[in-house]
T-cell receptor
Framework: ETGVTQSPTHLIKTRGQQVTLRCSSQSGHNTVSWYQQALGQGPQFIFQYYREEENGRGNFPPRFSGLQFPNYSSELNVNALELDDSALYLC?????????????FGPGTRLTVT | AQKVTQAQTEISVVEKEDVTLDCVYETRDTTYYLFWYKQPPSGELVFLIRRNSFDEQNEISGRYSWNFQKSTSSFNFTITASQVVDSAVYFCALSEAPGNQFYFGTGTSLTVIP
């Protein structure tokens, strides 16, 4: 196990609602990245947080937002949920920000939007 | 354009057979990093290996080995004497410098039949 935890494990929401997903990073890791993994696809980068600031963003609309807290834990917020937001949301922590650091993933939160 | 291509969608082998998972990447950067991850049915991505663009040495770790060839932009993964526990989806990923996001392939689903 990586030490990265996510909550909740599963979530069912209705289109138009808002959702907050949570992640605790591995001890000693100051960088958290979020990914969306649709069924049968590879994870897609949403954004990364380093020292409580957004540190890079993938091709996702502004209704995807996040926070990082002083203890390096993080939240992913999605507003105005759409059916296509149904996916596995993965959080990953790394020792430092930057391309060379391996990312350690949590078990994910499976979001279903109906 | 897809930065990481895993052309093999699904592979089935009989236990104890060797199997190679292909990964082809695309980048214009001279400094980059390549990764392999394993995703068992539980959903958590497990880090297997990191390789930087300046190190073309092949690596062996137990039954696992990796063949990195810059000339063909490939980073292939071989499992020797496969076991049922190797059944999972395997992802290849690229990270470019500067930058911080991982680009994942679409994954190869490996089934090892007892």
């Amino acid at each position: 196990e990586t030490g990265v935890t996510q909550s909740p494990t599963h979530l069912i929401k209705t289109r138009g609602q808002q959702v907050t997903l949570r992640c605790s990073s591995q001890s000693g890791h100051n960088t958290v990245s979020w990914y969306q993994q649709a069924l049968g696809q590879g994870p897609q980068f949403i954004f990364q947080y380093y020292r409580e600031e957004e540190n890079g963003r993938g091709n996702f609309p502004p209704r995807f937002s996040g926070l990082q807290f002083p203890n390096y834990s993080s939240e992913l917020n999605v507003n105005a949920l759409e059916l296509d937001d149904s996916a596995l949301y993965l959080c990953a922590s790394s020792l430092q920000q930057g391309s060379g650091y391996e990312q350690y993933f949590g078990p994910g939160t499976r979001l279903t939007v109906t | 354009a897809q930065k990481v291509t895993q052309a093999q969608t699904e592979i089935s082998v009989v236990e104890k057979e060797d199997v190679t998972l292909d990964c082809v990447y695309e980048t214009r950067d001279t400094t980059y990093y390549l990764f392999w991850y394993k995703q068992p049915p539980s959903g958590e991505l497990v880090f297997l290996i990191r390789r930087n663009s300046f190190d073309e040495q092949n690596e062996i770790s137990g039954r696992y080995s990796w063949n990195f060839q810059k000339s063909t932009s490939s980073f292939n993964f071989t499992i020797t004497a496969s076991q049922v526990v190797d059944s999972a989806v395997y992802f290849c990923a690229l990270s470019e410098a500067p930058g911080n996001q991982f680009y994942f392939g679409t994954g190869t689903s490996l089934t090892v039949i007892p």
